[in-house]
């Protein structure tokens, strides 16, 4: 199949239907409606459901069920939505459903603006809801990875029965570029014997996140670790770019990890040498891709549209061996090249 030129909002919303989702329900929100536009012109083709929600609540629970039936099944916001499906996404989580989950992530706190950011990180990656629980969180970098991690993301969820996030940002979701939708990667997973499905031939499934024995409650979130541990074993992704002889490496995700990406270029071009740890999995966090270069790197630096989230778990990877500084900025401003290149500069000790 050749390559179409594609917003990456509708891109993420084709990858879906590419990867056999044939459900989606959801709330309008800007930057991210046209996935719902797209899906709601497309679904209807494939004999599938769109349903726009009265609330993101009712949305999430309706994906809810829909996972409890074992179908496959997505949902889309941007971050404010996304805080209101935190409940219903603990409860999914809790019930060990896969789903598919999109944040294309504007400015906050609170309302905040529709500029794009990064300033989800902690919700995605620490668990916005409550109890022990872990998403899975893919971060795109281009509108080919929008596609690629969307149909993987199905792939994941139905593997671990696990929920997955998507986490782009305003920038990735309005831009066009030439994409190639590719055979999905299907994975191993196990029948869904437990789905809802009807009793006929078979007991009762119950779906449920409820356990009113402490002890059980404990077994359950016992072996919700082990599944994450397993995640964490196995699913850690992430993109080194020039590390090998660098003695600054910069940490970034998505649409940052391309600004710093031309930055390094340039840096390198004075004689500076820079690389970068692009973590392509939020959680689990790449932790192993910084310890191969923690001893041949002399400090580190975060850079992000926030003012400082995932740095907390690249200084966690590092365990205070070597610097971790930062650089940032919030509220819908965007790093620019050149602010990078100044703090690069800034740690080797001024202009070379």
């Avoid at 309302?111 to 916005?128: C, E, H, M």
């Avoid at 997955?164 to 994975?187: A, H, S, T, Y």
């Avoid at 029948?191 to 356990?211: F, P």
């Avoid at 040498?273 to 891709?289: C, E, H, Q, S, Y």
Wanted: charged share 25%; net charge negative.
């Amino acid at each position: 199949m050749g390559k179409t030129l594609m917003k990456g909002n509708e891109a993420i919303g084709e990858a879906a239907i590419q990867a056999g989702c044939r459900y989606f329900f959801g709330y309008p929100i800007t930057p991210q409606n046209e996935i719902p536009a797209y899906l709601a012109r497309r679904l209807p083709k494939e004999d599938g459901v769109f349903l726009q929600a009265e609330s993101e609540v009712s949305a999430i629970n309706m994906v809810y069920g829909a996972a409890g039936a074992g179908a496959r099944v997505m949902t889309s916001s941007s971050s404010p939505g996304i805080s209101l499906k935190t409940e219903g996404i603990s409860y999914i989580a809790g019930a060990q459903l896969p789903c598919v989950i999109v944040n294309i992530v504007r400015g906050g706190p609170g309302l905040g603006g529709i500029q794009p950011a990064q300033s989800d990180y902690f919700q995605a990656v620490k668990g916005g809801g409550h109890g022990d629980y872990r998403v899975v969180v893919l971060a795109p970098s281009t509108v080919q990875e929008l596609v690629d991690l969307t149909m993987d993301a199905f792939e994941i969820a139905d593997y671990y029965r696990n929920p997955v996030m998507i986490l782009g940002d305003g920038i990735l979701g309005q831009m066009m570029e030439p994409v190639e939708f590719k055979p999905l990667n299907k994975r191993d997973s196990k029948e869904k014997t437990w789905a809802t499905t009807g009793m006929k031939d078979r007991e009762q499934n119950v779906i449920n996140s409820l356990h009113m024995d402490p002890e059980g409650l404990e077994n359950h979130n016992l072996d919700l670790q082990e599944k994450y541990a397993e995640i964490t074993d196995k699913e850690a992704k992430s993109e080194s770019y020039k590390t090998e002889d660098a003695d600054i490496v910069i940490a970034a995700y998505g649409t940052t990890s391309r600004i710093c990406r031309t930055a390094i270029d340039q840096l390198r071009e004075e004689g500076i040498k820079v690389g970068m740890i692009r973590p392509i999995t939020l959680w689990p966090f790449p932790a192993d891709a910084f310890e191969e270069v923690v001893d041949s790197a002399s400090k580190f630096l975060t850079v992000e549209m926030s003012l400082g989230q995932m740095v907390e778990d690249v200084k966690l990877a590092i365990d205070g061996r070597k610097p971790v500084e930062f650089y940032g900025r919030t509220g819908g401003m965007i790093p620019s090249v050149e602010e990078v290149k100044e703090k690069v500069k800034e740690l080797v000790g001024g202009e070379k």
